[in-house]
């Protein structure tokens, strides 16, 4: 990928990690006020229930982390392998979803 589409890449995790925290804090307080409030499930649903604010709310708080997740995950073998000694050995085949990576060590051709 060239430098522009990694400058978007990590500009777009880092604005997605921002909006996530956001939504994270807001996610906590509400739960905690619910908790205090000894709000029972069902009273939770009843307000909660045609909410178009929490719809809202919910909706940008999963498109945020469906943004941030892939970009993360599709970096995670390329800074494992930056960590790699030059006596281990970093395979890396990476399917669509950025799996399939293993590090065999720093001592892997070494008889035990």
Known sequence: MNARGETLLWLAQR???????FCVLVHLATIIVAVQGG?????ILGRTRG?????????TFVIAAAVH???GLRAT???IAAFATATGTV????GSNGTGM?????NCGRAV
Request: hydrophobic residues 55%; charged residues 15%; glycine residues 6%.
């Open 15 to 21: 604005a997605s990690a921002a909006l996530l925290a």
């Open 39 to 43: 709000l029972s499930a069902a009273e």
């Open 51 to 59: 909410n178009v604010a929490g719809l809202v709310f919910y909706t």
């Open 69 to 71: 997740a892939p970009i």
């Open 77 to 79: 073998p390329d800074s």
């Open 91 to 94: 395979e890396i085949k990476r």
């Open 102 to 106: 293993m590090y065999w060590g720093p």
